[in-house]
């Protein structure tokens, strides 16, 4: 005969023919920890990437970091952009209007056209993952060398149709189109002389510029 319980030294008792939400309670702590892995396996780089979004946040007035010579935060941004495993032929940099990721147009576009290369929409996919979970602006730039385009009838155009190109792949993957401004400079903005084939090729791009909150 099992032993009688006294109701007074006992403080919750769970009568004998509802045993069973033992074995339901169990179920349902070992289901909430396996959904718990699952997430936590499936979701490390969203995760990453959220952290990496709140870290662009402005500093606070009189925040002591700035004279610490600690890094500041566009300078840890960039860093994590360049963590990013983007292709050698993109290059980030900190400048004052923001962290600047520059596209060569002659990896990213055919010549003397606005369409995307298979390379570019592999990049800018896995670029994309970074630029949709920062809550920032992003400013896409057009920037093309001095030599006429063949096929536009001006620089300014080629580069505009290059940067729109980029804002419409960003936005049919997701990007709030709020959050998006496009500018041509033509070739008034160049990086080098010009003084050889690759300088000018090296000024033909396209900036992708994360600004400041």
């Known amino acids: 005969m099992g032993q009688?319980?006294?109701?007074?030294?006992?403080?919750?008792?769970?009568?004998?023919?509802?045993?069973?939400?033992?074995?339901?309670?169990?179920?349902?702590?070992?289901?909430?920890?396996?959904?718990?892995?699952?997430?936590a396996s499936c979701k490390y780089e969203?995760?990453?990437f959220k952290s990496l979004a709140a870290?662009?946040?402005?500093?606070?007035?009189?925040?002591?970091y700035l004279n610490e010579?600690?890094?500041?935060?566009?300078?840890?941004?960039?860093?994590?952009?360049?963590?990013s495993e983007l292709g050698d032929d993109a290059n980030i940099n900190v400048e004052e209007k923001g962290?600047?990721?520059?596209?060569?147009?002659?990896?990213?576009?055919k010549p003397d056209s606005a369409n995307l290369s298979q390379k570019a929409v592999k990049e800018m996919s896995r670029f994309s993952k970074l630029v949709f979970l920062l809550p920032n602006r992003i400013q896409i730039e057009g920037h093309a060398e001095k030599t006429p385009p063949k096929n536009w009838n001006s620089t300014w155009e080629l580069a505009?149709?290059?940067?729109?190109?980029?804002?419409?792949?960003f936005i049919?993957?997701?990007?709030?189109?709020?959050?998006?401004?496009?500018?041509?400079?033509?070739?008034?903005?160049?990086?080098?002389?010009?003084?050889s084939p690759t300088q000018r090729n090296l000024n033909?791009?396209?900036?992708?510029?994360?600004?400041?909150?």
């Open 160 to 169: 505009g149709a290059r940067a729109s190109k980029v804002a419409r792949f």
């Open 172 to 195: 049919k993957n997701g990007l709030d189109p709020t959050k998006i401004t496009v500018k041509s400079f033509g070739s008034t903005r160049p990086r080098f002389r010009e003084a």
């Open 46 to 48: 969203t995760m990453k």
């Open 69 to 83: 010579g600690k890094d500041s935060i566009v300078e840890q941004i960039a860093d994590r952009l360049e963590e």
């Open 99 to 109: 962290v600047v990721v520059s596209f060569k147009a002659s990896a990213y576009f």
């Open 204 to 213: 033909n791009r396209v900036e992708v510029v994360v600004l400041p909150e």
């Open 55 to 64: 870290s662009f946040k402005p500093l606070p007035a009189g925040t002591p």
């Open 4 to 39: 009688l319980i006294d109701e007074e030294d006992c403080e919750v008792c769970v009568p004998f023919d509802q045993e069973w939400i033992f074995t339901y309670g169990d179920l349902v702590t070992l289901l909430l920890c396996f959904f718990i892995l699952l997430f």
